[in-house]
């Protein structure tokens, strides 16, 4: 209790002073027996409660009792839990411990350490106390605050916070007008109205954090009586209505916390800024949209700020750079533009300081040397594009001396590191990931012996890190050199001088042999040595029970062997890509992720997931992918009902699937591809409801592909049925997964036309790319480590199997090759806008391509080849920019190849097989062009240098006769393609071009309405012609 508190309680407390001389008694019996009753509904496994027994007669000696001591009367009880969480010290303090702290062995001690039961009325005959603290105990079995409460007079102090309380808050509690102060936060509790409060008139403090007040409308109203008020707390209250904003009438308040309301009403900085003696205003987390406001530089008194995690999107005004007074800014998280003035350096009581996660740019400016009581820095996501020893410098003076904590991540900084980082001796905190600092890590961070976090990971850095770079770093807690070129290079007995949690060196040479130093660390909590050049076996300590690390990353390393049995301790684990044999590992039921993927671990998986199968499992990811795995998969699946993401691609497993994988209704990723699965789907899977991926490619299934699919799997994202034995048509239930990116069905049985519905799939009409590039299933995270479950697939496009992840999100995609689909392209296809994939080659469809092809602008790949279109290519293809792979070979297209850019910078190869010419064809279709002659077989005919062939396409926008272009090619008998298409020709045919060019195979005079014939007896000479068209041409003897 601070001293403030204790001589607040000291001056209304009624204590009586006797002058009589006479000995001390102790509490009163009726007391101490009520104090007894109430131990006795307590639950107390820490024991905090050990020193209240009943042969004790002296009740004021007990643990968290304060009596009066003249009279004897109980006045307090402190009772709330003993374990903090977290220090009330310095922000920066509170920042490094919530990151670094033992999460899981602290919140067990805290666990433990509360209090349960329920809250005995007994409490009623402490007719004096004037203080009671039950706070963050549990009391499961007091569903609601106790009525009685609110008869308990004589309160000054009541804290209820933390304690688990539900329901609605009692009216009672107005009854306690004596009250002062006033704590029901992080509780589950509401209220429809606030109205009891208006009896609190000497209320100073109230924290109501967590209480629902959504239907309260009136709030600031009510709040506005309370003329005595100090502290506010109303944070998660769900404020989102606000009357008609009063004004303050709030004199004597100097905290205000109303974040985390997702209020995006702004009324509410009307009514803040007439508290003018307000000195902490944290309003982060409430969608406030537009600029600061400026309402709030009329708070001159403030000195703590917070408007983090909003949406505010202006510059930062110049009225903030001159609240002198101001020691705490946070304004990350915002879509704040421009540059961070040098007028910041007017904030001389400055202390702790947030701009990240903003648009924000620019440089540190010299101003800052000024900032001397600087001990918090976060500028994370500031595109600083400054040299990381200019900053070092700006920050060497003063600033060094108090400067904590230090996140510039991701700041654009560059050049070389220098041991200019030993001056700060006071970092605890220090993060300069993701940048593109270069050369080599300076010792002097060895010197730095108040550090407990350091993080280098993702930069240019070079060289080797040896035990000199940690010589003095006895508190270290967590380090990361992930994404280097860094060597660690050790003695094979070394010892850190620290006993580290949370250890990341992914990229960074250990290898070969394995880091046995490892070994000395007791506490780790989240280790990853991935692509560290490790080629041995994993030690055997190392899965004992007494090396427990909860985080385990090994992947990408040639380490071999077999895998023991994984202990409870274990609950994310990636050996991922290594040289791993054996079978698969038993693993503890609370296990969370699991990834063997790319190894050589063989056997059946029966054991493996058939084990205790009357316990269920926690994993939520399981990767088996890439193995030597064998036989049919289990039907113990109704045990794994956690499981977000199973993929067992490319394996050797055998026979049907079992139908206990429907029981995994949460299952949103399930991959079975390639290996050599047969039968029908089973129906059972239509009970995943939540599935976003389903990919049996590369199987033997069978049947109709399923309608459930449609009907069920409502938020399907990728359906990959591709090369197995499904039949029958194309269900058009399919088209109402409206989120669909990427749909491959290709070589399978399947016949019919395209429905026309597929228009209806809405995720290929357009792209929303404010979303983020990859697929997720949800994430892991702590103190530690953070997992984000990304989906990846194996997706063919462009003619390749390509593997995406990072991007899979932005992916759309249709592939339905190698069926036997017929009938038109429907023009309903051309409807998805967004598609960057099309395939329907080698099938049967016929009919001309599109012409409403041309609105499909995001188009890559287009793949029309081996099907039985004809007609012309449509020129708008040639408006497809984007496009960079096309096939439209082995159809029966004809015409001209359309003219622009893209179209001609295509192989010949996407064309052949076809009647086309131009570009990149080696047929020219407005001039001659000497290519050796072939007979139909494809042999030559003796003579090389001849021209086989003549086309003029297109209206010259003229006529010209007939015979100025023909005469000429009499003289050549071997013509035998002939084609003056659309070319405006006209007069008459000449009646001997069937004795001269007897050799001709193919004559197109179509769609010349001018050229004449006054009969088709020249016809007969042409006894080698295999196709003619005369379409539109007059002729007199028809």
């Known amino acids: 209790m601070s001293a403030r508190l204790f001589l607040e309680l000291l001056a209304i407390a009624t204590i009586k002073i006797s002058f009589c001389y006479g000995s001390y008694v102790g509490c009163i019996e009726n007391e101490r027996q009520a104090l007894l009753r109430f131990k006795q509904d307590l639950k107390d496994p820490s024991n905090r409660l050990v020193s209240w027994r009943s042969r004790d007669g002296d009740c004021c000696t007990w643990d968290g009792v304060v009596c009066d001591n ?17 220090s009330h010290g310095s922000e920066v303090s509170y920042r490094v411990e919530s990151m670094l702290k033992d999460s899981a062995k602290a919140y067990d001690a805290y666990e433990r350490a509360k209090l349960s039961g329920k809250i005995n009325p007994s409490l009623l005959n402490l007719k004096h106390l004037v203080f009671l603290d039950l706070s963050n105990n549990n009391f499961d079995e ?21 304690v688990g309380f539900r329901g609605s808050v009692p009216h009672d509690l107005g009854n306690l007008s004596n009250l002062q102060y006033l704590y029901l936060g992080i509780n589950r509790l509401h209220a429809e109205n606030l109205g009891w409060l208006s009896g609190l008139s000497f209320l100073k403090h109230l924290d109501l954090s967590l209480m629902d007040l959504y239907e309260v409308s009136d709030w600031l109203s009510v709040i506005n009586a309370l003329p005595s008020l100090m502290e506010l707390k109303l944070s998660f209250c769900s404020l989102f209505q606000l009357t008609p904003v009063p004004l303050a009438n709030l004199s004597s308040l100097t905290t205000l916390d109303l974040s985390f309301n997702h209020n995006p009403n702004n009324l509410i900085f009307g009514w803040v800024s007439g508290l003018r003696n307000l000195v902490f205003l944290d309003l982060s987390e409430n969608q406030f949209k537009g600029s600061l406001p400026h309402e709030l530089q009329n708070l001159t008194s403030l000195k703590h700020l917070d408007l983090s995690s909003n949406q505010l999107n202006s510059s930062i005004p110049d009225w903030l750079y001159r609240n002198s007074h101001l020691e705490f800014l946070s304004l990350g998280g915002n879509n704040l533009e421009g540059t961070i003035s040098g007028a910041l350096g007017n904030l001389t009581s400055l202390a702790s300081l947030d701009v990240s996660s903003n648009k924000l740019e620019g440089n540190i400016s010299r101003s800052w040397e000024r900032l001397c009581n600087l001990n918090a820095i976060d500028l994370f996501d500031v595109k600083l594009s400054q040299e990381i020893r200019e900053v070092l410098n700006i920050f060497s003076g003063c600033v060094s001396g108090v400067l904590e904590y230090l996140n510039l991540e991701n700041t654009n900084l560059f050049g070389r590191l220098t041991e200019q980082l030993g001056q700060f001796k006071n970092l605890k905190y220090l993060d300069l990931k993701y940048n593109s600092l270069s050369g080599s890590v300076p010792v002097s961070i060895g010197e730095l012996s108040f550090l407990r976090f350091l993080d280098l990971s993702n930069n240019k850095l070079e060289g080797v890190v040896s035990e000199i770079h940690f010589a003095n770093l006895t508190r270290l807690l967590s380090f990361g050199i992930f994404g280097n070129s860094l060597m660690l290079k050790v003695s094979p007995d070394w010892i850190p001088p620290f006993q580290i949690r949370r250890l990341v060196l992914g990229y960074c040479h250990l290898g070969p042999s394995f880091p046995l130093w490892l070994h000395s660390q007791k506490y ?40 023991p049995n994984l202990t409870e301790a274990h609950r994310y684990v990636d050996l991922s890509s290594n040289n791993l044999s054996g079978l698969l590992p038993l693993v503890s039921s609370n296990m969370t992720l699991l990834d063997l993927s790319n190894n050589a671990l063989s056997g059946s998986i029966f054991h493996f997931s058939c084990h205790e199968r009357n316990e269920s499992k926690e994993m939520k990811i399981l990767k088996l992918k890439d193995n030597l795995l064998s036989g049919e998969l289990p039907d113990c699946w109704m045990n794994w009902q956690a499981l977000r993401m199973l993929n067992l691609d490319n394996n050797n497993f055998t026979g049907n699937l079992p139908s206990s994988i429907g029981s995994l209704s949460l299952l949103q990723s399930l991959h079975l591809r390639k290996n050599n699965l047969s039968g029908i789907l089973p129906t059972s899977i239509k009970n995943c409801t939540s599935l976003m991926t389903f990919d049996v490619a590369e199987n033997w299934f069978v049947g109709n592909i399923p309608i459930w699919i449609g009907q069920e799997l409502s938020y399907m994202v990728m359906l990959n049925l591709r090369s197995n034995k499904f039949d029958g048509h194309l269900p058009t239930e399919l088209c109402y997964l409206t989120f669909l990116h990427v749909l491959d069905l290709a070589y399978n049985n399947l016949s019919r036309t395209i429905p026309s519905c597929i228009k209806n799939l809405s995720a290929m009409v357009s792209i929303y790319y404010d979303e983020a590039n990859y697929i997720s299933y949800g994430s892991e995270a702590s103190s530690f480590f953070e997992i984000v479950y990304c989906e990846d697939a194996v997706l063919v496009t462009k003619g390749k199997a390509i593997e995406y992840n990072n991007i899979l999100n932005l992916v759309r995609s249709i592939d339905l090759s190698g069926n036997i689909f017929s009938g038109v392209i429907a023009n309903e296809v051309t409807n998805l806008k967004a598609l960057q994939s099309l395939n329907l080659s080698y099938n049967s469809f016929s009919g001309r391509i599109p012409e409403t092809i041309g609105a499909m602008t995001s188009l890559e790949s287009l793949d029309f080849s081996a099907n039985q279109l004809t007609g012309e290519i449509p020129q708008v293809i040639s408006g497809l920019t984007f496009l960079s792979h096309l096939n439209l070979s082995n159809n029966n297209l004809t015409g001209k190849i359309p003219t622009g850019t893209q179209l001609q910078s295509f192989d010949a190869s996407s064309f052949v097989g076809n009647d086309l010419c131009g570009s990149p064809l080696p047929k020219n279709c407005t001039s001659i062009v000497l290519t050796p002659a072939h007979d139909h077989s494809g042999r030559k005919n003796g003579n090389e240098h001849e021209v086989n062939w003549f086309y003029v396409g297109m209206a010259l926008g003229f006529v010209v006769g007939f015979w100025s272009i023909i005469g000429p090619l009499l003289v050549n008998r071997r013509w035998r393609y002939l084609y003056l298409f659309r070319a405006g020709y006209g007069g008459n045919v000449p009646h001997n071009i069937g004795n001269i060019l007897s050799n001709l195979q193919y004559l197109d005079l179509g769609n010349n309405s001018n050229i004449r014939a006054e009969n088709l007896g020249w016809l007969s000479g042409l006894s080698l012609l295999k196709y003619f068209d005369l379409s539109f041409m007059v002729s007199r003897s028809l």
Do not use: A, C
């Open 524 to 563: 780790l909590v989240s280790l990853d040595i991935s692509n560290s050049g490790i080629v041995d076996k994993i030690p055997n300590w190392f899965w004992t029970s007494d090396f427990r690390i909860p985080y385990l990353n090994l992947s990408h390393n040639q380490i071999y062997g077999e895998i």
């Open 70 to 86: 003249f009279t004897g009367h109980v006045l307090e009880l402190h009772l709330g839990n003993p374990i903090e969480l977290y």
């Open 142 to 162: 007091e569903i609601q605050v106790p009525r009685f409460l609110g008869s308990m007079g004589n309160l000054r102090y009541l804290d209820l916070s933390g």
